[in-house]
């Protein structure tokens, strides 16, 4: 029943006297409140929405897939709503070429990842980011970024390659986790002799046909003393790889040797070989943190820890890695001040820690940040105490880009066409090219 509410008429005479009163009291504030009179018209002003704010868009390239930066993207998003921050994702087979083209063209990203070396530094690709944040990072990632005592890039999450294996399978077999390489071997052929594949790994790519080397040679030589000091004389052109590599990359002819890598394997996409580890058709995966989130997906209930990449010697093993990457600002950019903008909230603890969400493990470079390691990672940490993470392409400079002949050579060697000699000194002869360019 609708309620109806009655009031008396002496309360209204008495309301109409009070609202008099009111009204003649109020003429001496005239100045500051207008009076509404019967002969004003006007039409009361329409209040109008306010108008969106106009983004603007600053372009961010990296060779990971988008995953591998999506809580990074949403922090950009919620924190910096005047800009729209795209990302814009090129395979790594491609990257470097499709990126140094556009630089050349006086394009390009306006935040890139990597592609910083003496070369494109020098012809004036990057911006220098000394001042405002060589101060804010650890000298051990910004080295990586480093020329002439100026900062070009701004070094993110360490990221590391060692070797995933699947637990349950170990397990089942009874295998101990190996540390040499005549123990991974070992249990290689186990592995075989019950129809499952030692090792899964998309040779097609020939940067991973190099790491995979690269984990071997850290072990038996780039990683001593004598090694290091090898390795930064190689990128000043000094030294040569055919000199002190030939016997690491003979002993890594034994996994072809073994079986446990093979010819069909070149035609094997890096998709297809987590295919296969996930599907437990494979016990073993070479890689790092940027495939967990990956296998998490594809095999939910899968254990999984690492071991270090081996060697003969054994010992607590290295892990191939360093800077996951270096963000610079192109110096042609058109939006630079909405550039640092981003470069500045990544330079914030808020978005070291949103990075790290899609590339658990690494560590940052950034002061007074740290990280906690998750437990898959648990049979690696004798590398890491050690201090065994190194990639050794980071001290070659300018001839940083022989690597990637060093990684289509193994190819070489794989399909049989070629002697571990031969691609060492291809590698040599591309790297003193290189090295005579940048003069």
């Known amino acids: 029943m609708k309620r109806t509410w009655l009031i008396p008429t002496t309360a209204l005479l008495a309301l109409s006297i009070l609202i008099t009163g009111c009204s003649s009291n109020s003429t001496n504030n005239s100045s500051t409140k207008e009076s509404a009179t019967p002969n004003d018209t006007a039409a009361p002003k329409e209040s109008k929405a306010p108008e969106p704010v106009k983004k603007v868009k600053v372009r961010l390239s990296y060779w990971n897939k988008e995953d591998s930066v999506k809580a990074l993207l949403q922090l950009f998003k919620d924190k910096l709503p005047?800009?729209?921050v795209e990302y814009q994702f090129i395979d790594n087979k491609t990257y470097v070429d499709v990126i140094k083209t556009q630089l050349a063209a006086g394009e390009g990203p306006d935040i890139i990842g990597g592609v910083i070396d003496a070369n494109t530094v020098k012809t004036g690709y990057f911006e220098d980011l000394t001042e405002r944040y060589a101060s804010k990072y650890y000298e051990t990632g910004t080295s990586t970024a480093t020329f002439d005592n100026k900062l070009y890039g701004l070094p993110q999450a360490s990221w590391f390659n060692g070797v995933y294996y699947n637990v349950d399978l170990?397990?089942?077999?009874?295998?101990?986790?190996?540390?040499?390489?005549?123990?991974?071997?070992?249990?290689?052929?186990?592995?075989?002799?019950?129809?499952?594949?030692?090792q899964a790994i998309g040779l097609k790519n020939p940067n991973v046909a190099g790491q995979s080397f690269l984990g071997l040679a850290l072990n038996e030589f780039i990683g001593t003393t004598e090694g290091k000091k090898w390795n930064d004389d190689f990128g000043k052109g000094n030294s040569k790889m055919v000199d002190a590599l030939e016997p690491a990359l003979t002993t890594w002819t034994e996994y072809l040797k073994r079986g446990v890598f093979t010819k069909d394997m070149l035609g094997l996409e890096e998709e297809q070989a987590i295919d296969e580890f996930t599907s437990g058709k494979a016990?073993?995966?070479?890689?790092?943190?940027?495939?967990?989130?990956t296998f998490k997906q594809k095999a939910p209930d899968m254990k999984i820890d690492m071991f270090p990449n081996l060697g003969t010697k054994g010992g607590p093993g290295?892990?191939?890695g360093g800077p996951g990457v270096s963000f610079g600002l192109n110096a042609k950019s058109k939006v630079k001040d909405a550039a640092y903008k981003v470069l500045d909230l990544l330079s914030t603890p808020e978005g070291q820690n949103a990075y790290w969400v899609d590339n658990k493990g690494g560590s940052s470079f950034l002061k007074g940040v740290t990280f906690e390691m998750p437990a898959e990672y648990n049979g690696a940490q004798e590398a890491f105490k050690a201090g065994n993470v190194m990639?050794?392409?980071?001290?070659?400079?300018?001839?940083?880009?022989a690597f990637s002949d060093l990684g289509k050579g193994i190819q070489e060697i794989i399909a049989g066409t070629k002697t571990p000699r031969q691609v060492l000194e291809a590698v040599d002869k591309k790297a003193v090219e290189l090295l005579e360019k940048s003069k």
């Open 391 to 401: 990639y050794p392409v980071n001290n070659w400079g300018v001839a940083g880009p």
């Open 283 to 293: 016990a073993m995966f070479q890689a790092g943190p940027w495939y967990m989130e």
């Open 82 to 84: 005047d800009i729209d």
């Open 170 to 198: 170990f397990a089942k077999y009874d295998l101990k986790v190996p540390t040499t390489l005549d123990e991974y071997f070992q249990v290689a052929e186990v592995l075989k002799k019950n129809g499952i594949k030692p």
């Open 318 to 320: 290295w892990m191939v």
